[in-house]
């Protein structure tokens, strides 16, 4: 996008008004389409954030998928069982799909298991949005409700660990608003009570593991119209711009190369 700008900002006004498309609009508009955060905020000060807190308070289990084995899957099993053995420890599978229709909503979704057994579920249309920050916002669906909910450990299972990581990290990224929810959530459940634990376990979507597929056939088979003031996240816009660009400059330079 950056190197577009370039041979752009050589066009004098004639040259603009003649040159017309999604390559010159974004050049006007590329402030609108990029999201501006206070690097100085207590969330994000050294010393102050989430892991400089609480590090022994939360942990990341990672699975490699590109070679996914049932040892993984083993370890889930275990970890449930023993999970469900516990009155204080609550199990969260979360899943999400971004639908790429463009009169349907991204779903998300969040399994709750207590003692072997389903407590309650949550869903929510999660507007125009990227897969990323549609898996971020269940993970502060699960989150949220969790820390309300007067257990002591959660284990939570998603298929994105990196919107798992994202969920703490208060670093400039997309969804950033689902930060902030959990941060001011996981802080106070920290604080609380110093044996409260959480630990997220990753699940690749193509492993099939019981738990996580009821919450993957729930999302994929649930359709929520977009309506028509449907919210749109600026990095739906920014991938949207980006599209018409590259299309724009293939059939506009075409005859050059």
Known sequence: MLETQRPLALLNNIQCAC????????KISLLNLTECFNPLDAEAILGCRLLDSFPEYISFHFCNHSSLNNTHLESLDCLCLKAFSSFSTLVVVTDASAIPLRNMQAISATYFWRLGHQILFSKAPASRTTAPDTELFAIRLGVFKTT???????????NSLDSARRSVNPSVHSGQAHFLAVYSALRSFFCSNSSHRIEFWDCPSNAEWSFYQMVYNN?????????????????????????FCLDAWRTDFSTIL
Do not use: C, Q, W
């Open 19 to 26: 040159f017309k498309g999604p390559l010159l609009d974004t």
């Open 148 to 158: 309300s909910m007067g257990i002591e450990h959660i284990i939570l299972i998603t």
């Open 219 to 243: 999302v994929t088979n649930t359709r929520v119209a977009a309506g028509l003031y449907l919210a749109i996240s600026m990095d739906v816009l920014y991938s949207k711009s980006v599209f």
